[in-house]
C-alpha cells in the first residue's frame, strides 16, 4: 500500500509578505541625513564653547591674544595649578557643595512626602491641589526674589548655606512632584492592599515598599535639583557675600580682579563647571531612565 502523502500545514510565504518580514526583521540602515546634520550643529553649538574655554585654560595670554582660535602650543599648566592653589576657590567649592547637598536632600524628601498623599490617596480637591504644583512651573524664582530677600533677612538666614537652600528647594518643588506622582501612581493598587493585609500600616507600606521602588524617580529630581543649585546665581548674589559665596559668584569675582588675565579666567571658570558637568553625564542615563517612568506612569 502507497504511502500517504499528508500535506503541508504550513501556510505558503508571499513575496508581498516575505518583504514585509525581511523589513520588520532587518537592520536599521540609516537615518535622515538632514536630522543627522542638525544634530551636529547643535552639539557643536553646546559643547564648542565648553571644549573652548577647557582648552583655554592651558594656554597663556600672549596664545590668546595672537590667535584666539588656535590650540595650545604649547601647552601651559600654570592656570589650573594657580586657580587649584588659589583658597577661595576651594571656600566657593565648599559653599557650592553644602548648599547643593542641603537643597538636593529637601527637594527629595519633601518631595516624595508631598507626592506620595496626591498619587495614593484619594481625597476631595486632590487634582486641583495637584495643579497647584503645576502652576508653580510657571512661576520663577526671579518674580519673588526681593520678598524672598527681605524675608530670609528677616528670618536672620542671611549669608548661610540654609537661607539659599530652602528657597532654591521650594522653587524646586513644582517639577519634583509633578515627575514623582507618576511613579507613585504606577505601583499597583494589589501591591498596597497586599502591604496592608499583612499588616503593614500606610507609612510602613511607604517606607518599606514604595521608597525603593521609587528610587529611579527620586534620583532623576535629585540630580536635577544639585546640578540647578550649583548654577545659581541670581538668589546666592543677593543673599551670601564674602566668604559665604558660592562658584558661580566666585568666577564673577575672579574675572573682574583679573580682567587681565584671560587665560586664568578660562581655568577659572572651566574648573567651576566640571563637577557639575561631569556628575550630570555620569548620572545622564539614571535621568533619562527616570524620566521615561514618569511618562509610562
Same mark, same amino acid.
Given at each position: 500500500?502507497?504511502? %500517504? ?27 535622515? /541625513? ?10 557643536? %553649538? ?67 512626602? +508631598? +507626592?506620595?498623599?496626591? +498619587? ?14 503645576? #502652576? ?34 521650594? @522653587? ?15 505601583? /499597583? ?16 507600606? @511607604? ?29 546666592? #548674589? #543677593? ?31 572651566? #574648573? ?7 556628575? @550630570? ?17
Amino acid at each position: 500500500m502507497s504511502a %500517504l502523502t499528508v500535506p503541508s500545514t504550513t501556510p505558503s510565504t508571499t513575496p508581498k509578505a516575505a518583504k514585509g518580514a525581511r523589513r520588520r526583521t532587518g537592520k536599521y540602515t540609516g537615518g535622515n /541625513p538632514l536630522v543627522y546634520g542638525l544634530a551636529l550643529v547643535v552639539v557643536a %553649538l553646546t559643547v564648542g564653547p565648553v571644549l573652548y574655554g577647557v582648552l583655554s585654560g592651558f594656554r597663556t595670554n600672549a596664545q590668546l591674544a595672537e590667535t584666539p582660535a588656535g590650540l595650545p602650543d604649547p601647552w601651559v599648566l600654570t592656570n589650573y595649578v594657580g586657580v587649584l592653589s588659589n583658597p577661595s576657590f576651594w571656600k566657593y567649592a565648599l559653599n557650592s557643595t553644602a548648599i547643593a547637598l542641603l537643597t538636593t536632600a529637601l527637594v527629595v524628601v519633601f518631595g516624595i512626602m +508631598a +507626592a506620595y498623599p496626591l +498619587a495614593r490617596y484619594k481625597f476631595k480637591g486632590r487634582e486641583q491641589l495637584f495643579m497647584v504644583f503645576v #502652576l508653580g512651573l510657571l512661576f520663577p524664582a526671579t518674580v519673588a526674589i526681593i520678598p524672598l530677600f527681605i524675608l530670609i533677612t528677616d528670618l536672620g538666614m542671611g549669608n548661610t548655606w540654609w537661607g539659599v537652600a530652602l528657597p532654591q528647594a521650594a @522653587f524646586a518643588l513644582p517639577v519634583t512632584v509633578v515627575i514623582l506622582r507618576p511613579f507613585l501612581q504606577a505601583l /499597583p493598587d494589589e501591591l498596597e492592599e497586599a502591604a496592608l493585609l499583612d499588616g503593614a500600616s500606610r507609612i510602613g507600606f @511607604f517606607w518599606r515598599i514604595l521608597l525603593p521602588l521609587s528610587g529611579p524617580g527620586m534620583v532623576t529630581v535629585g540630580v536635577l535639583a544639585f546640578v540647578g543649585s550649583w548654577n545659581a546665581y541670581l538668589l546666592p #548674589l #543677593l543673599l551670601l557675600q564674602s566668604e559665604m559665596k558660592t562658584l558661580p559668584l566666585g568666577v564673577a569675582d575672579f574675572s573682574s580682579e583679573h580682567s587681565s588675565d584671560m587665560a586664568g579666567v578660562f581655568a577659572f571658570t572651566s #574648573l567651576a563647571m566640571i563637577p557639575a558637568l561631569v556628575f @550630570f553625564l555620569a548620572m545622564q542615563k539614571r535621568i533619562v531612565n527616570g524620566l521615561q517612568g514618569a511618562v509610562k506612569g
